[in-house]
């Protein structure tokens, strides 16, 4: 069986954007996924966002189901196949013990005691999981995701740009003379502008965007399908929003760099030197203010 979606280019995905995938408002909950086995009725609501995830995910809406279950990853190929036989097994222990037995239970007892796709099972609840997971993902402070991630994600957007020229840009942020405020009005009122900053970030991002503590007082926001022109747009509205005023009336700035993947871009590590290199640019000619990078840069 084939969807429209099995035709396009196969994207690789992290476990990380599976884990980030579980804390989505739209993600496919164990809740969702149970219903969908038959253990209650759907709403009209849920068939469409059912069907809409079908059609987008293609065979990983498989995937998906047993990632809501488990948090363990099936590949696609296997998933459709392994997803029926659980429906099957599912049925045959409400039969045998005359009560709906529900999915999660018996996918755990598939993969545990019928087949050994799983050992050593643990039962967490899934707000318990929710938590855990942002946890790993995300910086404490600030909300955003942390630097592990940051890593992770541009290196998985370049490979795709390297792999199917979709194109992606970074830009990086380094609040201007930040150390000063730390030693003036000390580290509290520094915590409180980073966290400022952040969430001026998560409100100024789109919904595809990466927003990233970089270390420090820095920030790196990856933009993925973003040219290097609406790249500059968007990285000039967030020096002006990121703009915080001190205790003393005065104003806090920013620097920013914003590179582009190209011609001679092979790895993450350049495209994050083209960046650096812009937002260095920027800090050796008076800061405040957005510097695009060219090739020539690194």
């Not at 799983?118 to 929710?130: A, R």
């Not at 890593?151 to 795709?160: A, G, H, M, S």
Request: overall charge negative; proline content about 2%.
């Amino acid at each position: 069986m084939t969807t429209p979606n099995d035709n396009l280019p196969c994207i690789e995905e992290t476990d990380s954007d599976r884990r980030r995938g579980v804390l989505d408002d739209n993600a496919l909950s164990l809740d969702l996924a149970s219903a969908f086995a038959g253990d209650r009725a759907l709403t009209e609501a849920e068939k469409d966002c059912l069907v809409d995830l079908k059609n987008t995910r293609g065979l990983r809406f498989y995937s998906d189901l047993f990632y809501s279950i488990t948090h363990q990853y099936f590949a696609p190929e296997v998933a459709e196949v392994l997803w029926n036989e659980v429906l099957r097994h599912k049925h045959v222990l409400s039969e045998a013990l005359g009560r709906n037995v529900k999915i999660a239970v018996a996918t755990l007892d598939y993969l545990s005691n019928v087949t050994d796709f799983m050992v050593n099972t643990t039962l967490i609840g899934e707000v318990h999981i929710g938590e855990i997971i942002g946890l790993s993902l995300r910086d404490g402070l600030t909300g955003l995701f942390n630097h592990s991630y940051f890593y992770q994600q541009i290196d998985l957007e370049v490979k795709r740009y390297v792999r199917y020229g979709l194109p992606v840009t970074l830009v990086l942020i380094d609040i201007d003379d930040f150390k000063l405020v730390n030693d003036t009005y000390g580290h509290r009122e520094g915590d409180r502008i980073l966290a400022v900053i952040g969430k001026t970030l998560l409100h100024l991002a789109r919904e595809s965007d990466i927003c990233c503590r970089y270390g420090g007082e820095e920030f790196a926001v990856i933009l993925p399908l973003t040219l290097v022109h609406d790249a500059e747009a968007i990285a000039n509205r967030m020096s002006k929003e990121l703009a915080q005023r001190l205790p003393d009336g005065q104003t806090l700035t920013v620097s920013i760099g914003v590179a582009a993947c190209g011609e001679n871009t092979g790895t993450y590590q350049y495209l994050v030197e083209k960046a650096d290199a812009a937002l260095y640019q920027v800090k050796r000619s008076g800061k405040n203010r957005v510097e695009v990078a060219t090739d020539e840069d690194v």
